[in-house]
């Protein structure tokens, strides 16, 4: 390792304590004392990178991300050839919700050192969360041709197979990694998905009890173990204890980040920031934006899918998908980069009310090359962008792509509020919100308000789509939902399970849509009714609002 770049006489001893101290223990106390000497070396002006690495960890672990940043790109230039700075750095841009920057610090590590197997397989993690899937497998690949019994990419592999539908190939490399790794919590948690898939509830709860039992299961495996038994016991008709399950891992979840989530603005706050902005903006400018000839990139028509999470948009996607014409991305952040330079303060939207049309160009122009480098060829087809908590981005659609559709996907209030306290997310400001039954409530309202608003002040081309009939009059909403797109239905459209088995489903709804059309989840708060009780009066202004009160 390089020396410090400014050390005081004592560094060598004070970096050698600092080895001890990291040496002595393990646990939350242990970390906190090793991060407390680290932080008191670098203001005495020992720069090196031991101590800046220490500190960088204790701030990400604390969710303190832009300092934890700083301090990896402190440390980068510090580590010579040494590639585990640029590692470092980003698994920390990725954990920061910056997946690009991420994969360019793990380029970086593989400049200097190519083929090294964990560093592939860290960047496969990027490309498989940002749904570039067949670049994640081969490096996935590559990486096990150089270490072969690499859990990462092993893993990966496996649940790239369980995304993509292929349940033979996943069951195959699930039950090699149980083998080699009977105790590992995400082995037995994806062994766990997989019996669930297959329908064998007894044996996926077995394995969820067991891991539950573990000693030193970390509070986050907990949780997440105990949202997928929720599933289970769901799938098992047993709703008090899968609620109780799911309440278990969401408080877990909640505690977890309670801390990150302090002093920074919540989902719920964000929505109403939005529709307040909305409520006395001049749609003047909106409207001029209608006019725009701006287009498609070579798509013969845009759609962009939003509404709220667990709302049906993956069923609808994956109806579309069958659709020779249509071709579709699942949940990619397209707009989440002008989302962050054009709507998080009043002075950003009103920049965006009044974008110059060369800027405007530049957006929409870093828009279809992201959706190119994500795979999609959208030459002469309908593109689908799905995005079910895209609502907050329509003033983006309608100032950048004011020539798009909008399909707004519309279920009952109070399954949308019950699937989203009881499934697993990746957390971020917005499934925060769905870790406290109360907070999920008065988020979807929030969303649901502030598309009202939207509705109103935007000139937006937007179709409602009830779930509830396009499940129970399939081809009467299928055929209005083409005529508004502006294609032909067809019958493989009806095929849904055909459709989801060769497509990458990643959300929660991945095995309902793999099983086809069915009615199995409607008006499934009805099971839950006592245990949503605390929710109903928040729920109630949107269930009448959607004509859902007597159902």
């Known amino acids: 390792m390089p020396p410090s770049s400014s050390a005081p006489d004592q560094g060598p001893q004070r970096l050698s304590a600092l080895v001890a101290l990291l040496n002595a223990g393990r646990g939350e106390a242990a970390a906190s004392h090793a991060a407390a000497h680290a932080a008191a070396m670098i203001a005495d002006g020992l720069i090196h990178p031991l101590p800046l690495g220490v500190l960088a960890q204790a701030h990400q672990r604390e969710g303190r991300f832009d300092e934890a940043i700083a301090l990896h790109q402190r440390r980068v230039p510090l ?54 899937l067949g670049e994640a497998q081969a490096l996935y690949r590559q990486a096990l041709a150089g270490a072969p019994e690499l859990l990462e990419a092993r893993f990966g592999l496996a649940q790239l197979a369980l995304e993509t539908g292929d349940q033979a190939q996943a069951t195959t490399l699930s039950a090699a990694l149980a083998r080699d790794h009977p105790a590992h919590p995400a082995v037995n948690r994806l062994s766990a998905r997989i019996a669930l898939n297959q329908g064998d509830f007894a044996a996926a709860d077995a394995l969820l009890s067991r891991l539950l039992a573990a000693p030193g299961l970390a509070p986050a495996q907990q949780a997440e173990a105990l949202l997928l038994r929720s599933e289970v016991l769901d799938a098992a008709d047993k709703p008090a204890e899968a609620f109780a399950a799911a309440a278990e891992g969401k408080r877990l979840q909640h505690a977890l980040y309670a801390e990150r989530a302090a002093g920074r603005e919540g989902e719920t706050a964000k929505l109403n920031r939005l529709a307040d902005w909305f409520k006395t903006t001049d749609a003047g400018p909106w409207r001029e934006a209608a006019g725009s000839s ?14 709220f999470p667990r709302s049906g948009t993956t069923l609808l996607e994956q109806v579309l998908a069958g659709h020779p014409g249509v071709v579709s991305l699942e949940e990619a952040p397209t707009l989440a ?24 160009d530049a957006w929409r122009a870093r828009y279809w090359d992201e959706v190119k480098r994500l795979g999609a060829d959208v030459s002469g087809r309908l593109f689908l962008d799905k995005a079910p908590a895209g609502t907050l981005y329509l003033p983006l659609i309608a100032k950048l792509f004011p020539r798009a559709k909008v399909l707004f996907a519309v279920r009952d209030p109070r399954d949308v509020v019950l699937s989203c306290f009881r499934n697993s997310f990746q957390l971020n400001a917005l499934t925060y919100a769905f870790t406290d039954l109360a907070q999920t409530a008065a988020c979807y309202g929030a969303c649901m308000a502030m598309a009202e608003v939207y509705r109103t002040a935007l000139p937006l081309d937007l179709r409602e789509v009830r779930h509830e009939r396009l499940v129970e009059d399939f081809d009467a909403e299928v055929g209005e939902i083409c005529d508004f797109l502006g294609i032909e239905a067809t019958a493989g459209m009806a095929d849904i399970a055909a459709t989801a088995a060769g497509r990458t489903v990643r959300t929660p709804s991945a095995r309902q849509v793999r099983a086809g059309l069915n009615r199995g989840g409607l008006a499934r708060w009805r099971a839950y009714a006592d245990e949503l009780a605390p929710a109903m009066l928040a729920l109630a202004p949107w269930v009448k609002r959607f004509g859902y009160e007597g159902e």
């Open 79 to 132: 580590m010579g050839e040494d590639p585990s700075g640029w590692a470092a750095l980003a698994s920390c841009l990725y954990a920061a919700r910056r997946p690009e920057a991420a994969l360019q610090a793990w380029d970086e590590a593989l400049l200097l050192a190519p083929g090294d197997p964990r560093l592939l397989s860290g960047k496969a993690g990027v490309a498989h969360n940002l749904g570039a």
């Open 294 to 307: 701006a287009g498609a990139q070579g798509a013969e028509t845009h759609v962009f899918l939003v509404g």
């Open 337 to 360: 980069e002008p989302y962050d330079a054009l709507m998080t303060t009043p002075q950003a939207l009103e920049h965006l009310a009044h974008l110059a049309p060369l800027e405007a």
